[in-house]
C-alpha cells in the first residue's frame, strides 16, 4: 500500500472537469469481504498471482440488458490484488473484474530479471491481452484499467503504449514524476539509488515485525487512520505474515522503488507526463485530500495534461481511496464510464 516520491508543480492551477457520481444503485458494504479467490497466470519472466471479481449485474432488477464489461486493477507499491477487494465487490454491478498482484508481491513470484517499471508495464499488458481474450460476449474488447499509486504510474504507461487494450483509465493517487521529496519521507531514500543500498535496506525491513509494518503503513497511507475496520487491519497483518514467509518480499519492495524512482529520470518521450498529455481514453484523476505521500496539488495538473480527464478531489482521504471510501471511489468510476460517450463541454 505504501509508494513513493511526489511533489507539487509550481505555477498556477489549471482549469480541469470535476468528475460526476453516478446514481447506480451498489450492493451494499455491511460486511467486510474476504479476498476474492485467484489463480496464478504465465507471463514474460515468471508467474503472477490474480484474483477474479465475477459479474453480480445490477442489485435492482434483471441483467439481461444490463451493461457488462471488463476491469483490471492494479496495485501500488508494497500492495497487492487484495487492495481492491471491497471496490472490486462494488464495480461487480457493471464489470467482471480481474486485480493482479505485480511480480513479487502478493502472491506473484519474483521476475527473472529486474525490477523495473517496464517490467510492471509489460507484465500488465500481458495481463490485459489475457483478460480481454478471456470467453464470453466482451471477449476481445478493451478492459477498463484501474491503478493506484505506483499501479497509477504504470497504468499511464501501459495506456500510452497500448490505447486498443484500455476502455477507460482511472488513477488513484498515481506516483507520477517528480523531483522533490516530500516530507512523508527522509532524504535517506535518495540512497536507495546508489549500489549496495537496497541489499542493506532489504535486511532492516526483514527485522520489522508484521503488526508494525501494517501499522505503519495505515498511518502513512490512510487518511484517518482510526477509521480503518480492525478485521482489516487484521486480514493486512495476516498477509504481512505470510509475505514474510517469502524469501524475496522485501527484494521486491526496495528494487520496485529503486525501479519507480529511476523511472523519474526519463525525458523525451518515455517521460510519463509526456505520455499522459497524448493520451485518449475516459480518464478519471482521483485524490485523496489528505495524501501524505503524493501531494494532492498534483491533482489538478495531472487532470489538465491528460486530454478531457475528470478530476475529483475527496477531503479526509489519504492515498488508497479505493480502500478508504470504496463507494465514493466506485460511483466515481461508474460516472465516468457512464459518460465517456456523452459530449466534453468546453473548459473555460
Same mark, same amino acid.
Given at each position: 500500500?505504501?509508494?513513493?516520491?511526489?511533489?507539487?508543480?509550481?505555477?498556477?492551477?489549471?482549469?480541469?472537469?470535476?468528475?460526476?457520481?453516478?446514481?447506480?444503485?451498489?450492493?451494499?458494504?455491511?460486511?467486510?469481504?474476504?479476498?476474492?479467490?485467484?489463480?496464478?497466470?504465465?507471463?514474460?519472466?515468471?508467474?503472477?498471482?490474480?484474483?477474479?471479481?465475477?459479474?453480480?449485474?445490477?442489485? #435492482?432488477?434483471?441483467?439481461?440488458?444490463?451493461? &457488462?464489461?471488463?476491469?483490471?486493477?492494479?496495485?501500488?507499491?508494497?500492495?497487492?490484488?487484495?487492495?481492491?477487494?471491497? !471496490?472490486?465487490?462494488?464495480?461487480?454491478?457493471?464489470?467482471?473484474?480481474?486485480?493482479?498482484?505485480?511480480?513479487?508481491?502478493?502472491?506473484?513470484?519474483?521476475?527473472?530479471?529486474?525490477?523495473?517499471?517496464?517490467?510492471?508495464?509489460?507484465?500488465?499488458?500481458?495481463?490485459?491481452?489475457?483478460?480481454? #481474450?478471456?470467453?464470453?460476449?466482451?471477449?476481445?474488447?478493451?478492459?477498463?484499467?484501474?491503478?493506484?499509486?505506483?499501479?497509477?504510474?504504470?497504468?499511464?504507461?501501459?495506456?500510452?503504449? &497500448?490505447?486498443?487494450?484500455?476502455?477507460? !483509465?482511472? /488513477?488513484?493517487?498515481?506516483?507520477?514524476?517528480?523531483?522533490?521529496?516530500?516530507?512523508?519521507?527522509?532524504?535517506?531514500?535518495?540512497?536507495?539509488?546508489?549500489?549496495?543500498?537496497?541489499?542493506?535496506?532489504?535486511?532492516?525491513?526483514?527485522?520489522?515485525?508484521?503488526?508494525?509494518?501494517?501499522?505503519?503503513?495505515?498511518?502513512?497511507?490512510?487518511?484517518?487512520?482510526?477509521?480503518?475496520?480492525?478485521?482489516?487491519?487484521?486480514?493486512?497483518?495476516?498477509?504481512?505474515?505470510?509475505?514474510?514467509?517469502?524469501?524475496?518480499?522485501?527484494?521486491?519492495?526496495?528494487?520496485?522503488?529503486?525501479?519507480?524512482?529511476?523511472?523519474?529520470?526519463?525525458?523525451?518521450?518515455?517521460?510519463?507526463?509526456?505520455?499522459?498529455?497524448?493520451?485518449?481514453?475516459?480518464?478519471?484523476?482521483?485524490?485523496?485530500?489528505?495524501?501524505?505521500?503524493?501531494?494532492?496539488?498534483?491533482?489538478?495538473? /495531472?487532470?489538465?495534461?491528460?486530454?478531457? =480527464?475528470?478530476?475529483?478531489?475527496?477531503?479526509?482521504?489519504?492515498?488508497? =481511496?479505493? /480502500?478508504?471510501?470504496?463507494?465514493?471511489?466506485?460511483?466515481?468510476?461508474?460516472?465516468?464510464?457512464?459518460?465517456?460517450?456523452?459530449?466534453?463541454?468546453?473548459?473555460?
Amino acid at each position: 500500500m505504501t509508494d513513493a516520491l511526489s511533489s507539487p508543480v509550481p505555477g498556477p492551477a489549471p482549469t480541469t472537469l470535476s468528475a460526476v457520481p453516478s446514481a447506480t444503485p451498489l450492493p451494499p458494504l455491511d460486511a467486510v469481504l474476504p479476498p476474492w479467490p485467484g489463480e496464478s497466470w504465465p507471463v514474460r519472466g515468471g508467474e503472477v498471482f490474480v484474483r477474479r471479481t465475477p459479474y453480480a449485474g445490477p442489485v #435492482d432488477g434483471p441483467d439481461d440488458d444490463a451493461p &457488462r464489461e471488463r476491469a483490471l486493477y492494479v496495485h501500488g507499491l508494497g500492495g497487492a490484488s487484495t487492495n481492491w477487494t471491497d !471496490l472490486a465487490g462494488l464495480l461487480a454491478v457493471r464489470f467482471d473484474g480481474w486485480a493482479v498482484d505485480l511480480p513479487g508481491f502478493g502472491r506473484s513470484q519474483p521476475p527473472r530479471g529486474r525490477y523495473s517499471i517496464r517490467g510492471h508495464v509489460q507484465t500488465v499488458i500481458e495481463v490485459l491481452e489475457r483478460v480481454a #481474450d478471456q470467453p464470453g460476449e466482451e471477449a476481445g474488447r478493451p478492459v477498463h484499467l484501474l491503478g493506484n499509486s505506483l499501479g497509477g504510474l504504470v497504468s499511464v504507461l501501459v495506456a500510452a503504449r &497500448r490505447p486498443d487494450l484500455v476502455a477507460s !483509465l482511472t /488513477l488513484i493517487s498515481p506516483a507520477m514524476p517528480v523531483y522533490r521529496v516530500p516530507a512523508a519521507f527522509s532524504r535517506a531514500l535518495l540512497l536507495i539509488l546508489l549500489p549496495g543500498v537496497p541489499s542493506l535496506a532489504e535486511r532492516r525491513m526483514a527485522g520489522i515485525e508484521p503488526e508494525e509494518h501494517v501499522r505503519a503503513m495505515v498511518t502513512m497511507c490512510f487518511g484517518d487512520p482510526a477509521l480503518v475496520p480492525p478485521e482489516r487491519v487484521e486480514q493486512a497483518v495476516s498477509e504481512m505474515r505470510e509475505r514474510a514467509g517469502q524469501p524475496w518480499a522485501d527484494r521486491a519492495l526496495t528494487r520496485s522503488m529503486r525501479g519507480l524512482i529511476t523511472s523519474y529520470l526519463r525525458v523525451g518521450t518515455a517521460n510519463a507526463w509526456r505520455m499522459a498529455r497524448g493520451l485518449r481514453p475516459p480518464t478519471l484523476v482521483l485524490w485523496g485530500a489528505s495524501d501524505r505521500l503524493v501531494d494532492p496539488r498534483l491533482a489538478p495538473r /495531472l487532470a489538465a495534461a491528460i486530454p478531457n =480527464a475528470r478530476l475529483a478531489v475527496l477531503d479526509g482521504v489519504g492515498h488508497v =481511496a479505493m /480502500l478508504e471510501a470504496p463507494e465514493t471511489t466506485a460511483r466515481l468510476v461508474l460516472g465516468m464510464v457512464e459518460g465517456r460517450a456523452a459530449p466534453v463541454p468546453a473548459a473555460g
